[in-house]
């Protein structure tokens, strides 16, 4: 029943998604330009161009542009190979378009230069170098062969040289361009390696916990054998006439039974854990009786006044009995009763499709080092050696069952830790 959140599932990347989506909000300004490039050329400073075709090449940036805007969210990740087919498509365009305005001649044929500085961010080595040879021989290309812009008079010297003047504003534009661009794509690849090391920490600790998984069952193992034989052991002392006759001994040998009987559950329930499977044998409860059971129990061993339980849960739903839930409400109930010496508190509420459990106490609170290191295996306020397990494993075992952890320190003193759980992870439907 419990549902697991693979690496997998959490290693999709969308950082191609993201750096084509820029790539994308580059090819709509480079679009807008051009267009204002074109018409300013032709119309306003009377220099000759073949407006159809070069429009013709700008509307098929418009299309490519459509095409992807279409085909983006609907691609899980976008590779290597489309970011560099869609920087190959913006270097034909640009080619068509100095082509029939000057070549090599044309001061925006740096422009090339922006499309190399791009493939270096995004693309790997070989298509990064790749891209290089296209550019340079599209560069050559246009020295070769492109169609002669006639130039007044008039914008052929000085300020008025137009070359003067398209190199300053192509040189403006590549500025600002890399800037604001490469900008973003390294905040969407520094998002990427957060990603990852989140990842990684999920791992170690998913790793962590396995191997505390498998001691622990081992330790069951070996540890049910002599629990087995102090059982028997202390069973014959009680019926031994000599040891029941002395004072007080007969109530020792009651609560030794009963220590053990504990142990012996403990053992139980550790290995039906660990060898429990998904869906086998499910035990059918509902919220209400699962919640009270789980309080009826831990105040049986702690005491009826230790815990003020409220349940404002609402219309009970049916659940699948979670084990694992179970021992994440009785862990986080016995570090809060440890931290505090007034009763503790739990109150169950429901949000929406959501499962809301707030457990607070009444003792110091946590530190400013422990909230922002909260479920890190070995954080702990307690002065022993292994001490902090137990809030990691919640943390851990809360993921696994798609819900959440947080902690705070309650307003009027105290701490307070809220559990989060989507009621579809253990909703009962049935087959």
Not at 66 to 74: G, K, M, T
Not at 116 to 125: M, Q, R
Not at 381 to 404: D, I, S
């Amino acid at each position: 029943m419990i549902p697991t959140t693979p690496l997998t599932t959490l290693a999709i990347d969308t950082t191609g998604r993201d750096n084509m989506r820029q790539l994308v909000n580059l090819r709509w300004l480079a679009v807008i330009g051009q267009c204002t490039t074109i018409l300013i050329v032709q119309f306003g400073m009377g220099v000759a161009l073949p407006v159809l075709p070069m429009l013709g090449v700008v509307a098929a940036l418009v299309l490519l542009n459509l095409v992807s805007l279409w085909q983006v969210p609907r691609r899980a990740t976008i590779s290597n190979g489309a970011l560099f087919a869609s920087l190959l498509l913006d270097v034909a365009a640009l080619t068509a378009l100095l082509y029939q305005s000057g070549g090599a001649t044309n001061p925006f044929i740096s422009l090339f230069l922006l499309q190399v500085v791009l493939g270096a961010v995004l693309l790997e080595t070989w298509s990064s170098w790749a891209l290089v040879a296209v550019t340079s021989v599209a560069f050559v290309f246009l020295i070769e062969r492109h169609l002669p812009l006639a130039l007044p008079p008039r914008f052929v010297s000085g300020w008025n040289d137009l070359y003067i003047i398209g190199a300053l504003l192509c040189f403006g534009l590549i500025a600002v361009l890399l800037v604001a661009f490469v900008t973003r794509i390294n905040r969407n690849l520094r998002n990427r390696d957060a990603r990852l090391a989140t990842m990684r920490q999920q791992a170690a600790e998913e790793d962590h916990i396995v191997r505390m998984g498998l001691l622990a069952s081992g330790a069951a193992h070996e540890l049910g054998t002599p629990l087995a034989s102090l059982a028997v052991i202390v069973n014959d002392w009680r019926q031994t006439p000599g040891l029941i006759a002395t004072p007080g001994l007969a109530e020792e040998i009651e609560d030794m039974q009963i220590a053990i009987a504990r142990c012996k559950t403990i053992v139980s329930g550790i290995l039906a854990s660990a060898g429990e499977a998904q869906g086998e044998h499910p035990s059918v409860t509902t919220v209400h009786a699962f919640l009270d059971g789980v309080v009826a129990d831990w105040r049986a061993q702690h005491g009826e006044t230790a815990l003020a339980y409220e349940n404002r849960f609402g219309d009970d739903v049916a659940i699948v009995s979670d084990t694992a839930l179970g021992q994440v409400i009785r862990n986080i109930l016995d570090n809060a009763l440890e931290a505090s010496a007034s009763p503790i508190s739990l109150r169950v509420m429901r949000d929406a499709s959501t499962l809301a459990l707030d457990i607070r106490d009444h003792g110091g609170g946590f530190s400013d080092d422990m909230l922002a290191n909260f479920g890190q295996p070995y954080r702990s306020t307690k002065a022993r050696q292994g001490g902090g397990l137990g809030l990691f494993l919640v943390v851990n075992a809360m993921r696994k069952l798609g819900g959440t952890v947080s902690a705070a320190n309650h307003p009027e003193g105290g701490a307070m830790i809220s559990l989060r759980l989507p009621l579809a992870t253990l909703q009962w439907t049935a087959s």
